[in-house]
């Protein structure tokens, strides 16, 4: 089976191409950059369903396709950054983030990374949405070399690693955009 | 003649009939509280364009009408928060902000706020769009009672005194919204 993946970040190609080998799914991704538009919206499940109804009607793409939204949710900004979780990134960084929580401890550094995968069958079918979250807190400062993103302020629940700290492979086992992309992989498989 | 004012922010119609009001244009301001989409774009000209496109296109209201957007745009980073102004300020508030800008000194404080008005004369014309901005700096801290979101930080260039300080008269006079809702009321009579 081919499916399109539409997306800009060739960060997030290479996680669910590692992901599709290693489950040894017989599926091919092919890749297209394209900058669709996405809504302001506080719910990235419904950001993402827009956004691959809006290409399903515009671009009538003749194969299966899917997209992919994240965010990073932290319990004491009242979820922020969420659904802008890119654009904030782009910002003022993991070093902005560090700055907001630098005066919260213990429980209040409690964070959920959650990814959103709408998947079209065809034109004309709805968008099927499969979700992936995982539970960490805010690190007290930016450590390893691995992942993107906020990937190197994310410490794993219990893992005491943030998703920087850790491989490929031990990352997606546990990540939110593993546990979204599995489901996808395990539906059309 | 009579317009539509589409908002959900009763602060932004308050100020907006007081300057309709002080200038003393026979214009009818009638408030529609409608929560229409707004993308995910760098540039809030886009934004309130497309937004505008789409009330065109799905109420086709009889009337001219026009939306509103605003956007904090400071300087040190890298326009954040900009497009998601309202959003960031409900998460993180203007105590977040401070935070974020606690090492900035001087020239670093630097801040535009600025308002697009996307006016559309009727459904088969296309949206007109008026710019206000203003230039400022990020206060040491929160200051004034007037005013509502970002103003008691926002530090109006060469006054020393926020937003927040001013009387509405002061502030309208000035401000970003204040300069773009005196080019429509002026285009439209």
Do not use: W
């Amino acid at each position: 089976m081919e499916i399109i993946f539409f997306t800009t970040n060739k960060n997030k190609v290479k996680e669910l191409k590692d992901m599709a080998a290693a489950e040894s799914k017989n599926i091919r991704i092919e890749h297209l950059e394209y900058d669709y538009p996405e809504l302001q919206l506080e719910e990235i499940e419904a950001v993402a369903k827009e956004s691959a109804k809006y290409i399903n009607e515009k671009i009538a793409i003749k194969k299966p396709f899917f997209i992919e939204d994240s965010g990073l949710f932290i319990h004491a900004l009242n979820g922020f950054p969420g659904p802008f979780s890119a654009y904030v990134f782009n910002k003022i960084g993991n070093e902005g983030i560090l700055k907001l929580m630098a005066d919260k401890k213990g429980e209040e550094r409690k964070v959920t990374f959650k990814t959103v995968v709408a998947f079209c069958e065809s034109v004309k079918t709805a968008p099927h949405l499969f979700v992936g979250s995982t539970e960490g807190k805010i690190a007290g400062e930016v450590r390893g070399e691995g992942g993107f993103g906020y990937d190197p302020i994310f410490e794993f629940e219990g893992a005491g690693k943030t998703f920087a700290e850790m491989s490929s492979e031990e990352k997606n086992a546990v990540s939110h955009r593993g546990r979204a992309f599995r489901k996808l992989l395990n539906y059309i498989s």
